[in-house]
C-alpha cells in the first residue's frame, strides 16, 4: 500500500483558481489510483464550498485575494480524504445558513443554500472556524461508493 | 467545456461533456439560453458524458425547466449515471424533471409533446 498524500497549494479567488484546485484534487487521485466512482462527492463538495468563498466571501476582492487549500488523502480500506479550505475574508461560517427546502415545487425552487446543503449531505464531517481572522473549513469523506437512492 | 448539440425534428439535443460544475456551468447557461432565446421549445439534456454536477449546474437545469414549463415548452434529461442522480435526488430535484433513460426515448418523449 503507498504512503498517504498531502497537497498544499495557494490559489487566487477566481474562476481560473478554482479550476486549479480541482485539477489538483483530480491529480491527487490519479497518483493514488483511487477510482472516479467514490471520488466525486469530494470533488462536488470542493466545488460548492470554492464557488462560495470565490463569489461570496472574498467577491470584490480582486486577484491578490487567495484561498489555502490542503488536500489530503490517506490510503486505506475505504481511503479517507481530509480537505481544509482557509481565507481572510470576513468572519462566515456556511453551515450556518438555513438549509434550503429540497421538497419545493418548480416555481418555489431557490437556488442559494444548495451548494452547502449538498456538502453537509455528501461529506461525512464538515466543521468550520474562525481562528486568526481567517476562515477555516475541513471537509472529511470516506471514499465508499455512493449510491442513489433508488439503486 | 466541450458543448454537443443535435437537431431531430422539433427537437433540440444539448449534450455538456465533463464536470459541471462553478466554472464550467456558465458555459452551458449562455447555450442554453441562447437557444431558449432563439425559439426552441423542445429540449433534451444529455447528461451521458457528465462526470459530475455540482449546485451550479442544478441551476441551469432549474432554469431551462422553468423556461420551458408546460404547456410552453418541454424538457427532458437523459442519460444521468449515478453521480449526476444521486445529486438530483440529495438535492430533491428529480421529481421536478422529466427523465428518460437515453437520448432516443428523451426525443421520442419531446415530439410526442403536444401541440
Avoid at chain 2, 40 to 65: H, K, N, W
Wanted: charged share 25%; with cysteine; net charge negative.
Amino acid at each position: 500500500m503507498s504512503a498517504g498524500e498531502t497537497r498544499r497549494l495557494s490559489v487566487p479567488a477566481t474562476d481560473e483558481g478554482i479550476r486549479a484546485a480541482l485539477d489538483a484534487l483530480e491529480g491527487l487521485w490519479t497518483a493514488q489510483g483511487v477510482s472516479r466512482a467514490v471520488t466525486w462527492p469530494v470533488a462536488v463538495s470542493l466545488d460548492e464550498v470554492l464557488a462560495n468563498v470565490v463569489h461570496h466571501a472574498l467577491a470584490g476582492r480582486g486577484d491578490s485575494a487567495r484561498v489555502e487549500l490542503e488536500l489530503q488523502l490517506e490510503p486505506g480500506d475505504p481511503p479517507r480524504c481530509e480537505l481544509r479550505v482557509e481565507d481572510d475574508g470576513p468572519a462566515f461560517d456556511p453551515l450556518a445558513a438555513i438549509a434550503p427546502d429540497t421538497a419545493a415545487g418548480l416555481d418555489e425552487r431557490p437556488i442559494g443554500g444548495l451548494g452547502i446543503e449538498l456538502v453537509k449531505r455528501l461529506m461525512d464531517e464538515v466543521h468550520y472556524e474562525r481562528k486568526d481572522g481567517r476562515n477555516r473549513l475541513c471537509l472529511v469523506r470516506r471514499l465508499v461508493a455512493m449510491e442513489p437512492e433508488g439503486a | 467545456m466541450e458543448i454537443g448539440e443535435e437537431r431531430s425534428g422539433r427537437s433540440l439535443v444539448i449534450a455538456p461533456l465533463g464536470r459541471l460544475d462553478s466554472v464550467s456551468s456558465g458555459e452551458l447557461e449562455r447555450v442554453v439560453v441562447a437557444r431558449l432565446d432563439a425559439g426552441e421549445r423542445r429540449l433534451a439534456i444529455d447528461m451521458a458524458g457528465v462526470e459530475y454536477v455540482s449546485s451550479a449546474g442544478l441551476r441551469v437545469l432549474l432554469l431551462a425547466a422553468k423556461r420551458l414549463k408546460p404547456p410552453a415548452g418541454a424538457l427532458v434529461l437523459c442519460g444521468i449515471g449515478p453521480s449526476v442522480r444521486t445529486v438530483l435526488e440529495l438535492a430533491g430535484f428529480m421529481s421536478l424533471f422529466a427523465v428518460e433513460p437515453a437520448r432516443p426515448q428523451a426525443l421520442a418523449r419531446l415530439e410526442s409533446t403536444a401541440p
